[in-house]
């Protein structure tokens, strides 16, 4: 079974790339988060590899890297999704980003991928809830926000204002860590829209 492939860039599909190994091009589909980090056409490049077969067909499924590829393969267990909503999913989320999402059970975050609806984006985060990989590490803003909850899962209000922070162009780690500053001091039962307004003042202090 191919675990990785290291090889020249041959060219560039929508959703694949082709990877020239000694004279054999391996068609492999990837997230365009890992597309558009691969080097150019002629160039070195290094993908994880997994390997589906089915009965008509036999796809390689590349990544760059072992947390994004472990992501995938525990995506793909939650039913609905398919290897292609995986990698629409880890087109717009980071493992780090895609482990603290599920950790705040934030399906407004996951519901932004293409092809994941509400109820599906719900089953991802409640399904996944506890299976976070051991390299796909939560941010430590998230982990501090997890200790002012106590148990670790956020109510909607907290995931809402994260979720709102992050839309306004902050990242996972600096919103979570502002809401956990906020509520060590309000507590977890403050108004969404507080949240989120005392989030913005501790990131601007």
Not at 37 to 58: K, Q
Not at 67 to 74: D, I, T, V, Y
Not at 167 to 178: I, T, V
């Amino acid at each position: 079974m191919i675990g990785k492939l290291k090889g020249l860039v041959d060219s560039f599909a929508e959703d694949s790339v082709l990877i020239d190994c000694g004279g054999v091009c391996y068609e492999v589909f990837c997230s365009s988060r890992t597309l558009q980090a691969l080097p150019r056409v002629g160039e070195g490049a290094v993908v994880f590899i997994e390997t589906i077969v089915r009965e008509d067909f036999i796809k390689l499924y590349g990544f760059g890297s072992e947390a994004e590829k472990s992501w995938f393969n525990l995506l793909t267990t939650v039913q609905g999704v398919g290897a292609r909503v995986a990698l629409s999913i880890l087109s717009i989320m980071s493992p780090s980003e895609l482990s603290s999402a599920v950790a705040l059970q934030d399906k407004a975050m996951i519901g932004r991928a293409n092809g994941v609806g509400p109820k599906l984006a719900l089953r991802v985060v409640t399904e996944l809830k506890g299976k976070v990989p051991a390299i796909g590490a939560i941010d430590a803003g998230t982990l501090g926000l997890q200790a002012a909850l106590g148990d670790g899962i956020a109510s909607s209000n907290v995931a809402d204002a994260v979720s709102a922070l992050t839309n306004l162009g902050y990242s996972s780690a600096q919103a979570s860590a502002a809401v956990a500053r906020v509520i060590a001091k309000e507590g977890d039962e403050a108004a969404t829209e507080k949240l989120i307004r005392l989030g913005l003042r501790e990131l601007s202090s």
